[in-house]
C-alpha cells in the first residue's frame, strides 16, 4: 500500500489565486511528521513546511500553510495569491518514527504538477 | 558553498560501465540520503547513513548498487555495470540527525545519469 497518496497528478490555477493541493498518508505509527517540497524545473528540492503529528495547530510558513486532518489522515498544502514562480513539481513526504525502527527515512508520493497562469 | 554538493551533475555512461557518484553534504550534518527519481516518477529510497552506524541499504534495486561514506562526511554511490533502467537523477540530502524528526532533508541538485 502506498504511504503517501498525491491524487492530482496535475493542477492549474491562476496567478493571485490560492490552489490545495492534496495528499493523503498512511500511518499505524503514533509519531510522524509531514513535510512538503517543491521542485522547479532546475531540479533542485525545497523545503516548504512541516507539520508534526502532535502539533495542535497547522503549520503556515508565508503564503503556505497546511490544512491537517488527523483523522482524516491528510495533510494537504495550500498555497495562497498563487505567483508565476510557484510553478513547479510538489511533493509530501512522511517521516514515521516506530515504523522506520529509529531511521526516520521519509517517503515520498508521486508529486503534483503545478501551473500558474498569468 | 553551505548547501549539499553533488558531482557530477551530468553523467553519460555506456551500457556495462561503472559510475560513481559524489555528495558533499552539509557539514556538521550527521545523517545522509541517497534517492532516486526517475522521469515522471516521485523519490525512491536507496540507502541511508546515519553518523558511524551501519547503513540502511534496504532501498538499493539490486547488488550492482553501493555507497560508503567516509569520515561521516562525503559519500559515493556506486554502480556497477549500468543498465538502462538505471537512467534517473540520483538525490542526495543531509539533515542534522535522523532522531530529530522534525529536521527537513537539505537536497543537493542532483546528479543526472543517462545510461547509452
Known amino acids: 500500500a502506498q504511504k503517501i497518496t498525491q491524487t492530482q497528478p496535475g493542477m492549474f490555477v491562476q496567478e493571485k489565486e490560492a490552489v490545495t493541493l492534496d495528499c493523503t498518508y498512511d500511518?499505524?505509527?503514533?509519531?510522524?511528521?509531514l513535510f512538503w517540497y517543491k521542485q522547479p524545473s532546475s531540479g533542485e528540492m525545497i523545503f516548504l513546511i512541516y507539520?508534526?503529528?502532535?502539533?495542535?495547530q497547522n503549520a503556515t510558513e508565508g503564503r503556505y500553510s497546511l490544512n491537517f486532518q488527523k483523522a482524516r489522515k491528510s495533510a494537504n498544502l495550500v498555497i495562497s495569491a498563487s505567483q508565476l514562480g510557484d510553478s513547479a513539481m510538489y511533493f509530501c513526504?512522511?517521516?514515521?518514527?516506530?515504523?522506520?525502527?529509529?531511521?526516520?527515512?521519509?517517503?515520498f508520493g508521486r508529486g503534483t504538477s503545478l501551473i500558474v497562469h498569468p | 558553498g553551505a548547501g549539499v554538493s553533488q558531482s557530477p551533475s551530468n553523467k553519460v555512461t555506456e551500457k556495462g560501465k561503472d559510475v560513481e557518484l559524489r555528495c558533499d553534504p552539509i557539514s556538521g550534518h550527521t545523517a545522509l540520503y541517497w534517492y532516486r527519481q526517475s522521469l515522471g516518477q516521485g523519490l525512491e529510497f536507496l540507502i541511508y547513513f546515519q553518523g558511524n552506524s551501519a547503513p540502511d541499504k534496504s532501498g538499493l534495486p539490486s547488488d550492482r548498487f553501493s555507497a560508503e561514506r567516509t569520515g561521516g562526511s562525503v559519500s559515493t554511490l556506486t554502480i556497477q555495470r549500468t543498465q538502462q533502467e538505471d537512467s534517473a537523477v540520483y538525490l542526495c540530502?543531509?539533515?542534522?540527525?535522523?532522531?530529530?524528526?522534525?529536521?527537513?532533508?537539505?537536497f543537493g541538485n542532483g546528479t543526472r545519469l543517462t545510461v547509452t
Open positions: 507539520q508534526g503529528s502532535y502539533d495542535q
Open positions: 513526504a512522511m517521516r514515521e518514527a516506530l515504523s522506520s525502527g529509529g531511521s526516520y527515512i521519509p517517503t
Open positions: 500511518t499505524s505509527d503514533p509519531s510522524y511528521g
Open positions: 540530502a543531509s539533515s542534522p540527525r535522523a532522531g530529530q524528526g522534525d529536521s527537513p532533508l537539505h
